[in-house]
């Protein structure tokens, strides 16, 4: 993938040829990533891959392109990604593009001016539990035969942004999100290894989560659960529980949570 060959604001292939699991070759079945740089004068050399919400099934445009704009703005290099959704597929295809857009970001990366030590993810609701398990089980994400040479690149975010995120498929699970990535019946043990808070581990990054008491579709239990594996691996994290907000709300209010976060990634 040429650097050069990639507009701003433009989507552009995730994969170059092969694309692991592809089930067709039609809109659905194409992955794409979208660039928005930021104003010359306030560029960080960071980067944040987005993965927008939607219950594996579709994807929120507030939770991709909006994010995207906003936090260009604050300096940071943005990269929305579309991935592949149920019910055509399933797991591992979405872990195999969210591993692949970390990578190829990752490659990317000396051509823009962006650190190769300090590229994230973040991602809301469905795409939290997406951004979270590219975070905690990269391994599980397919490379493609033709990844030469971005296969041999970590798969790893650097940090993540996890915004009222699905992360249990056991207790406090939103089922829909996970029928959708596992089909009807889907084999325990992966149910359990997917069940995020069962899956961190001392190579997980640091992570920040910000949640909201009204949230009835995502429960907040999802993002306490993974803080408390977190703390037992002693994995940097920051929670933040608000009491007002409802599941989905992308940038509203965003003077509380998104303050947070900025101050928290100017850590890195």
Sequence with gaps: MNAMDIQQKVPFPLWENEIPLSAGTGEEDT???????P?????????????PGGGYW???????????????????YCFVVKYRLGPKYHHPAEISDAARAVRLVRSLAPA?????????????????HLAASVSI???????????KETG???????????????????????????QKLLGDNPDPELLKLLSLENSVNEKTPP???????GDTLVP??????????????????ELHIYEKGYHGGGLDNHHAWVDELLRWLSTF
């Excluded at 104003?39 to 993965?51: E, L, R, S």
């Excluded at 798969?155 to 249990?168: E, K, Q, T």
């Excluded at 992570?207 to 008491?213: G, V």
């Design 31 to 37: 992955p794409t990533m979208t660039l928005f740089i």
């Design 220 to 237: 907040m239990e999802n993002s306490i659960m993974l803080a408390q594996s977190l703390r037992k691996h002693n994995v940097p994290f």
């Design 137 to 147: 089980l990269p391994e599980l994400g397919l490379i493609a035969s033709d990844e």
């Design 112 to 128: 823009f001016g962006i650190r190769q030590d300090c590229i994230g993810v973040m991602g809301s609701s469905a795409g939290g």
């Design 58 to 76: 579709h994807l929120c445009d507030h939770e991709g392109s909006a994010f995207a704009e906003f936090f260009s703005q604050q300096g940071f």
């Design 39 to 51: 104003p010359v004068w306030k560029a960080n050399k960071k980067a944040i891959i987005i993965f």
């Design 152 to 178: 041999k690149i970590s798969s790893r975010p650097d940090f993540a942004v996890l915004c009222y995120p699905v992360i249990s498929g056991e207790k406090f699970a939103h089922q829909g999100s996970f």
């Design 207 to 213: 992570i920040f989560l910000q949640h909201r008491l």
